[in-house]
């Protein structure tokens, strides 16, 4: 399964918008791209996915070029309460592999 | 409807001993993943069941760590004589089809 590579860290302040990039070059033709959002003592939380081009949901947007090896997360006007880990994950159909996923925190 | 649940919340065992985790899948969720997440790091697979095949066993880290699902949904992760180095988070995932995997609030085991 194709490995995933993103910043350890980021930091925003309220209001901004937010940009995180994740790395699969070995991402295979029927691989989905996947983000989760993870709070402390919790449990991981989908956010968005996708294939190609653009997904926007209500919370997020996903740009995927369309060499597909890498993809951009997008959170638009960040608040305190989106301070978490997020993690990218390139799915197939079995065993997934998270990364270290990104600390994002947002300050005042 | 009701979400992913595990059971115990914690557990805390003395070395050597043998402990059992349960997980509750969404009904009819096909697809189900046990992970490891030790204190500030990432999720680690551990395995993964889908439907009826052989479940993908390549992420337990040695032969003290076994799992069954029953019936395709219920499942158990056991980890036998466990060890200090297996105090972590275990966390469950079922899934539908497509891949988007819902979490439950996992398990904190701790070995004294």
């Known amino acids: 399964l194709a490995k995933t590579t993103q910043p350890i860290s980021m930091d925003s302040y309220e209001g901004q918008e937010v940009n995180i990039t994740c790395s699969h070059n070995?991402?295979?033709?029927?691989?989905?791209i996947t983000w989760y959002q993870q709070f402390p003592s919790q449990g991981p939380r989908f956010i968005i996915q996708?294939?190609?081009t653009k997904v926007t949901n209500e919370v997020a947007s996903l740009f995927i070029p369309a060499d597909r090896k890498s993809s951009t997360l997008s959170l638009p006007r960040v608040s305190l309460s989106d301070t978490a880990v997020y993690y990218c994950l390139v799915e197939g159909a079995g065993k997934s592999t998270f990364g270290d996923g990104t600390t994002l925190t947002v300050k005042p | 409807g009701a979400g992913v649940s595990q059971s115990p919340s914690n557990k805390v065992t003395e070395k050597g001993k043998d402990v059992e985790l349960r997980c509750d899948p969404i009904?009819?969720?096909?697809?189900l993943y046990w992970y490891r997440q030790s204190l500030g790091q990432g999720l680690e697979f551990l395995i993964y069941f889908q439907g009826n095949s052989a479940p993908d066993k390549s992420g337990l880290p040695s032969d003290r760590f076994s799992a069954e699902r029953t019936g395709g949904s219920v499942s158990t992760l056991t980890i036998q004589r466990t060890q200090q180095e297996d105090s972590a988070v275990y966390l469950c995932?079922?899934?539908?089809?497509?891949?988007?995997?819902?979490f439950g609030p996992g398990t904190r085991l701790t070995v004294l």
């Open positions: 995932a079922s899934s539908p089809i497509r891949n988007e995997q819902f």
């Open positions: 070995n991402i295979a033709t029927n691989d989905y």
């Open positions: 996708g294939y190609k």
């Open positions: 009904s009819g969720h096909t697809a």
